[in-house]
């Protein structure tokens, strides 16, 4: 038994090894490390105490088998270090609170290019990759603005601005938006658009950054009638 025992925990450890050399994706989560080692020294354990039991003097076997162990572990201890010395230094350097910029290169690209139709369908496949980023929904209205195409920047204009979660981001493309629909003669659709920023954002400034569009708005309005 004891001898099946140590062969289970040499198992175990090149096991381990497989995996982390295959960079399992589970082996990143710290639980699953935490067991992996729980259950590497749990076996030793057991594999020490029938051998206790079955063989004399033991303790002449102890540390080789736990060198030999240690030799099937090795390529999953050397995973632990590199997986523990990057948390580390993550953690030093703050790059978890770090918002990283995604990059766009092969819309951008296309749009540097003016391959409207590629730039759009590139960005296009980023929205559907990620269903919360507002930026490729944005980059789309950009493009059709400058392809003279103000009806079709609509929908992606307000696609990113129910994404946007920053307030000075959402009150750009709001304001931008708006500026759309006053160009189509869609002022009433504008002013509820500039509105709704005022509203989402009381007491601050980007409530008066609203309200002072919303006076331009209806002093065009005014210039306007008068015309008329």
Request: aromatic share 10%.
């Amino acid at each position: 038994m004891w001898v099946a025992a140590v062969v289970v925990f040499w198992v175990y450890g090149g096991a381990l090894s497989i995996l982390a050399r295959r960079d399992w994706p589970p082996l990143r989560n710290k639980l699953v490390q935490a067991g992996a080692i729980a259950g590497f020294f749990g076996l030793f354990t057991i594999a020490i105490r029938m051998l206790s039991g079955g063989v004399n003097l033991s303790l002449l076997f102890l540390f080789p088998i736990l060198l030999v162990g240690l030799g099937c572990v090795f390529r999953f201890l050397t995973f632990l270090v590199g997986e523990w010395f990057d948390t580390a230094r993550r953690a030093a350097v703050g790059v978890e609170s770090m918002r990283i910029q995604k990059s766009y290169d092969r819309a951008e690209k296309a749009e540097r290019e003016r391959d409207w139709e590629n730039a759009v369908r590139l960005y296009s496949e980023e929205a559907a990759r990620d269903a919360e980023d507002p930026e490729p929904w944005r980059r789309i209205a950009e493009i059709e603005v400058r392809r003279e195409r103000a009806i079709e920047s609509i929908g992606p204009f307000q696609a990113a601005l129910t994404r946007l979660k920053e307030p000075e981001a959402r009150c750009s493309a709001a304001f931008r938006l708006a500026d759309i629909l006053v160009r189509l003669d869609r002022a009433d659709e504008a002013r509820r658009t500039i509105e709704s920023m005022a509203q989402a954002y009381p007491g601050t400034k980007f409530e008066s950054f609203a309200k002072e569009r919303l006076k331009i708005l209806a002093s065009r309005a005014d210039m306007k009638d008068e015309d008329v």
